[in-house]
Structure formats: C-alpha cells, structure tokens
C-alpha cells in the first residue's frame, strides 16, 4: 500500500451568493497515481483542483496534502505550495521575464538556490520539454504549445511532489494540443503523481489510473479507464462521454 | 496612393501645422505691440545667467594694500593682527590705502554665476525630484493598501486618498507650513517636499492600484501556486508588470508634480515662481519674466517626458 499523498474528505464549497460549487466531495490520491477528472463545464472539477493547493477555499470539509491540512490558517501554505505544482489553462507565465528566468524565480525566492544551481536545473528541465533553445526568449514569442511546456517545466523547477492540471490544453490550437500531452505522458511513465482536469478523453484513457466524473458538484462515479470507458459505465456517464467523444 | 503621394501629402499637413503655429506667434507678437508697454527682454538673460562676475568681499574691517602686480591684495585687519591674501581677481574695486568694512566688494572675478531664475529653476528641480522620490514610495504602499485583503489596510489607504483629493493643494501647503511644520519643527524646504509628496502620492497610488488590477489574476495565482509570499509575488510578478502598464500616466502625474510645486512659492521659498516674482519686482518686466519662467517649466517637463517615452521603449519587449 503506497502512500496517500492527497485525501480529500466530505469538501463542499458555497459561494456567497448561494451558488453550491462542490458538495460532499471525497477522494484520495496515492503516490505515483495518475488522476483525471473530467465532466461538464461547471460541474467543479476545476474548483476541486484549486481547492488542493488552496487557490479556493472551502466552505466544510477538510483537504490533507502531503499530511498537511491545507485550509487550516496554521499551515504554512507557502511551503506546502512549493511542493505541488500547477499548470494553468491560460498559462501564465511571467511575461516580463524571459523563459530561463520564469523557471528560476521562484526556486530563486522561495528556495534561495544559488544562481548558478538554479540556472543548471532550469536548464535540464528546458531540455526535457524540448525548449532549451528558447531560453532567451519571453513568453509573448511563443506558441501556445511552447508557452504550456515552459509552465509545466517551471512547475517541475521546484521538484515538486504533486502536479495539479488545470485544463492544461483547452486554451491551445488543436495541432499543438499533442505536444503538450506528450510531455505530461512522460511525467507520468517516470511516476508523477498528477491530477489533471481535462477534455482529453484519449489522454486519461491512455494515462489515468483512475477517471473522475463530476457532475453538479458532486463526484459521479470513479474507476478504472478501462471500466469507465467501457460498456459498465452508468447512463448518465455514456451520455456525457457520447457528447463528449461525437459532439 | 503611391509612397511619394503620401509623403508630399505628409508634408503638406507639415507646412498648414508651421503656418498655424506663426499666425499664432504674429498674433500674440501684434498684441504685444498694441498694449501700452516698453518690452524689454534685454534684461532678463541677467537674471538667469550672470556674466557680472563674482563679488569677492571683505571678511573683516581693515586697511587695503595692493599688490605690486595688480593681481593681489592684503587686508590688514583694522583692531587684530589678521591678516587675508585675497588673489585671483579680474578687477579691482578698491585703492591703495582704502579703509574698508565687512562685507564690502573688494573685487570683481570674472565668470558666469547662475542668476535668480536659475537658482530657482535648480530648486524647483531638487523639489520636484526629491517629491517625487517620496510620492513613489507613499504611492505604491497606499496602492498596496487599495487592493489588500485586509479591511484596515484597505479603509485606511482609502481614506488618505480620499482626504488628499478632496482638498486643494494650496490649503494642503498652508497646513503642512503652518501646522505640520511647526508641530515638527520643518524647514519650509522639507515641508513643501512632504505636502507635495503627499499630494502626488494619493494620485500616484490610484495610478498603482489601476496598474495592478489591470494585471491578470492568474499572475497571482501562477506566483502564489509556486510558494511566493504574496508580498514576494507582488514584488517580483504583479509591480514590474503594473508599473509598465501604468508608466505613461505615472508620467502624466509627475509633470503635474513639477507644475505643482510652483505652489510651494507662498511659503518662504525662492522656487522657479517666487524667483519671477522677485525678477519682476526689480525689472518691472513681467511679460518677459513670465514668458521666460514659463519656457524654463517648460524645460523641465519636457526632458522628463522624453526620459520617460525612452524608458517606456526600453520596457517594450513583451
């Protein structure tokens, strides 16, 4: 039995409006497991992510990343932060600051890593996407594809234990959607513990261990890609995956 | 349209700008010349640059004797044995022998030595520059107040700007003159320094806050989700972008601050302004000195633009 590295227990989320966003939700997520999470647009799955590294907070329930708990005003988020990572839908990468330097500021801040370890680590991780080239260069000269694997090494600049995506190719051109995932493959091939939020019915079927279906709030139903791909899923899950995969 | 169509079109547009321009100064030329008034703008380039010399006066009583070249002179002090070797002159003023008081001109160096108006221009620069150093400051911390999440922080910056807007800046001057001043026992030059970096930073913290709310929120959240404090976010992601966004209206606010300062003049201070007015006083040339105050305003805040356009260019690369 592998370690859990993520325990998410009866979380629900109220906006003040009244507006529920997550209700009652459970899930854990062990060392080296592959997550995603999918379903509709508005049914939380992206409020469940953000709720891990506390970018949204809760209304009940209680979050235990790397055994800390997450909401609690004592944890120091700071370094809990600093060893799980997130990758952005819209990127968001510093655009003031070249491609070196986004992957070497925070390890710079946060760690204070001398200048010199932090640019050969930066270096290696630009290397293993693929950009090493475009050190030099500021996020704007970038393609969308580009500009996404600069984000996830920047992320892995902290060594992380956690990486959290959140829809990680929505925002790119359908050709450049592949590159992306290719390097979250190979994360996940060395043992990345990664929870990921996604439309990407092909990746999660080929990478996830388990899939998440989340509807209104609440998760749906979880299993293995092979059953919840398959013919034993329940109605309303087909429906969505027909929508999803014909639409 | 051809590219030499466009450029002679260009041109032409050129030219009527130049006309309207003249017709303008021939206007106000005419003007001038149709009031009851004798110009005299011979007599204002003295009071910005001297060409008079430099006085060399007297520090003491006593008797003159001159040097045998002529370059050189002593003064014997009249009750003590001091004595003061006074050389480096172009002309002299006194005589052999000539009983003189402290303080009196001795000798006349040649030179150029600043006049009123420069003094003043220089002290309206160290002003304006020292102001805005401090409106900076105030400015980004009371914008920082603006966005925090903290509601003290937030009613309190609120409050500054509010009171600081509300008020006109000459009331503002006379109370920190008079009131803050003499509560903490100022100079009038550090009290103009603080009422105008208070008056430039409730502006300038508006100008930051707009900066950093024009900033998208993922930046935080990207910066926060790699462990930055917020203030370390803040200060290495959120301000470099803001305050690139808002350059060009921190601009705008610190050529106000310049031409605020002029305002600084109703306390004992010899700024650009007051420097005019005491020009006008002794040359009874107002429509000169006034003229000449203003191209000199005009100086200043035109090589603060520039620097500023140069300095925008610099920060264009994303």
């Known amino acids: 039995m592998t370690e859990t590295l993520i325990e998410v227990s009866a979380v629900s989320k109220t906006y003040a409006n009244g507006v529920v966003a997550l209700r009652d939700v459970s899930l854990a997520v062990r060392k080296g497991e592959v997550v995603c999470i999918v379903g509709p647009s508005g049914s939380g799955k992206s409020t469940l992510l953000r709720t891990l590294n506390a970018l949204e907070p809760i209304s009940s329930g209680e979050v235990r990343v790397l055994g800390q708990a997450v909401h609690d005003p004592r944890t120091d988020l700071n370094r809990l932060r600093a060893q799980v990572g997130m990758v952005f839908q819209s990127f968001n990468l510093f655009p003031h600051r070249t491609v070196l330097e986004n992957l070497m500021l925070a390890p710079r801040i946060v760690r204070r890593t001398e200048a010199a370890a932090a640019r050969e680590r930066a270096m290696r991780l630009l290397g293993k996407v693929g950009l090493a080239d475009k050190r030099d260069q500021h996020p704007a000269q970038l393609s969308g594809g580009q500009q996404q694997r600069v984000a996830i090494a920047r992320a892995l600049a902290m060594d992380p234990a956690i990486l959290l995506f959140d829809e990680p190719t929505s925002a790119l051109d359908p050709e450049k959607v592949n590159e992306v995932l290719d390097v979250m493959k190979g994360l996940a091939a060395e043992g990345m513990t990664m929870c990921v939020v996604t439309h990407e019915m092909g990746f999660a079927r080929a990478v996830a261990h388990r899939v998440v279906f989340m509807e209104a709030g609440s998760i749906a139903h979880v299993d293995a890609p092979e059953r919840f791909f398959g013919p034993q899923a329940p109605p309303r899950l087909r429906e969505f995956l027909g929508q999803v995969l014909h639409g | ?318």
């Open chain 2, 1 to 318: 349209m051809s590219a030499a169509e466009a450029r002679s079109r260009r041109w032409a547009w050129v030219a009527l700008y130049l006309a309207i321009v003249m017709l303008l100064a021939a206007g106000v030329y005419a003007a001038g010349q149709r009031v009851d008034y004798s110009w005299h703008w011979e007599r204002v380039p003295g009071y910005v640059l001297s060409f008079d010399g430099e006085e060399l006066r007297a520090p003491f009583d006593g008797f003159v004797t001159l040097g045998a070249d002529g370059r050189s002179l002593r003064l014997s002090a009249l009750r003590t044995a001091e004595t003061a070797q006074i050389t480096g002159f172009d002309r002299l003023v006194v005589g052999e022998g000539e009983l003189v008081f402290e303080g009196d001109v001795l000798a006349i160096q040649a030179g150029i030595t600043p006049g009123p108006l420069a003094w003043g221009l220089w002290l309206t620069l160290k002003l304006s520059a020292l102001s805005l150093l401090f409106a900076l400051v105030i400015g980004v911390v009371a914008g920082l107040g603006r966005v925090a999440a903290n509601p003290a922080a937030r009613a309190l910056a609120a409050t500054y700007v509010e009171a600081i807007r509300g008020t006109p800046l000459l009331v503002q001057i006379f109370i920190f003159y008079f009131f803050v001043g003499t509560v903490l026992d100022l100079s009038a030059f550090t009290a103009g320094v603080a009422a105008l970096a208070v008056f430039t930073g409730a502006y300038v913290a508006e100008i930051v806050r707009a900066g950093i709310e024009a900033v998208p929120r993922g930046q935080m959240e990207a910066a926060r989700s790699l462990g930055l404090s917020y203030l370390q976010a803040m200060r290495h992601v959120i301000l470099p972008q803001a305050f690139k966004k808002s350059l060009p209206a921190l601009a705008g606010q610190f050529i106000n601050l310049i031409k605020d300062s002029s305002l600084v003049s109703v306390m004992a201070l010899t700024d650009l302004t007051k420097a005019g007015r005491e020009v006008v006083s002794s040359t009874f040339s107002p429509f000169e000195v006034w003229f000449t105050v203003a191209a000199m305003y005009l100086l200043l805040t035109g090589a603060l633009s520039l620097w500023v356009r140069r300095l925008e260019r610099r920060l264009a690369h994303d």
